[in-house]
């Protein structure tokens, strides 16, 4: 791309979580007809939505248990799974725990980690005949 951008994680459904375009797996993204050679690797969890009180019961067990049933769904279809965790949401330890938790959680589970970069490399050196497959078929 002419700004030299490869990747991004940023195309989130504000104040939602879970799978945009009912998809956990990285895309190329288009504008208009056109094709980008830019990979959209789909953020999941944003903290600022799941912890929301208009959309998660404020009890961290039941939180923590719907990240939980969201990693199975991930794990389940061999997906990606994303964490956006704003530097400022650390300054609440409930936040903060949660965090931790899930990270804990997803190493428990083997979980692979990796910057956006990383994902999306390993994403297109594995399925570069997905990503570059006509819309049309």
């Known amino acids: 791309m002419e700004a030299g951008f490869e990747y991004d994680s940023t195309l989130v459904l504000k104040g939602h979580i879970g799978f945009?375009?009912?998809?956990?797996?990285?895309?190329?993204?288009?504008?208009?007809?056109?094709?980008?050679?830019?990979?959209?690797?789909?953020?999941l969890i944003a903290e600022g939505a799941l912890l929301k009180p208009t959309n998660m019961d404020p009890n961290p067990e039941i939180t923590f248990e719907y990240v939980r049933r969201l990693t199975a769904a991930v794990q389940s279809v061999g997906s990606v799974l994303t964490l956006?965790?704003?530097?400022?949401?650390?300054?609440?330890p409930e936040w903060f725990d949660l965090y931790a938790r899930?990270?804990?959680?997803?190493?428990?589970?083997?979980?692979?980690?990796?910057?956006?970069?990383?994902?999306?490399?390993?994403?297109?050196?594995?399925?570069?005949?997905?990503?570059?497959r006509d819309n049309d078929e």
Do not use: Q
């Open 20 to 43: 945009r375009f009912g998809a956990a797996y990285p895309w190329r993204l288009a504008d208009g007809e056109r094709r980008l050679d830019l990979l959209e690797v789909p953020p």
């Open 84 to 92: 956006l965790w704003h530097p400022s949401s650390f300054a609440n």
């Open 102 to 132: 899930t990270l804990e959680h997803l190493d428990s589970e083997g979980a692979w980690f990796g910057t956006v970069r990383e994902v999306g490399e390993w994403w297109r050196t594995h399925n570069e005949e997905i990503l570059n």
